[in-house]
């Protein structure tokens, strides 16, 4: 045997390193976000993939497949159909849905609330809190996970709270606390 594979040290007090863990974070979601996952997975199964599916049979019957484009684009294409229907099962399987319109506290900042702000700029800003699937900032959506949200998350109206920025801390006045539908 090699002497790379042999302990160096008998010292029982050697012991291996545990494994890194991430702690794992909740996935909450909104019905209307659970929704659209459940929809694009079934439209990747049930439309796409079998496209892609008789394609790639087609294109297997012509002959070489190592030069057959159709062929190869279509084998690398099923790959990631798989792939991201995998991970939105997955995704699917852990959500813990949310709704919104439940929420008997309405007076208060959490999931699922639309929040008008105002930050050091006198910039009107409107957020809705949501799941990290259906985070979207050019519709206005971010994660609850993000930093703005977890700044908002438990604040009132006329609350100022303190946002932690890469620049510094910012601070950034609620002026609007809704719960509604999408």
Known sequence: ????????????????????????VRNLITPAGLARLNEERHSLLRVERPKVVETVSWAAGNGDRSEN????YGKKRLREIDRRIRHLTKRIESAEPVDPLKQKNREQVFFGA??????????ERTVRIVG????????GR?????PVARALMRAQVGDIVELRT????????VTRIEYRDT
Do not use: H, L, N
């Open 114 to 123: 639309t929040v008008t702000y105002v930050d050091s700029d006198d910039q």
């Open 166 to 173: 890469p620049v510094g801390p910012e601070s950034i006045e």
């Open 132 to 139: 990290i699937d259906e985070a979207s900032s050019d519709d």
């Open 69 to 72: 484009g159709d062929y190869i």
């Open 1 to 24: 045997m090699s002497k790379a594979f042999t302990r160096e040290s008998d010292d029982a007090d050697e012991a291996e390193p545990e494994p890194a863990t991430t702690p794992k």
């Open 142 to 146: 971010i994660s609850w996970i993000s």
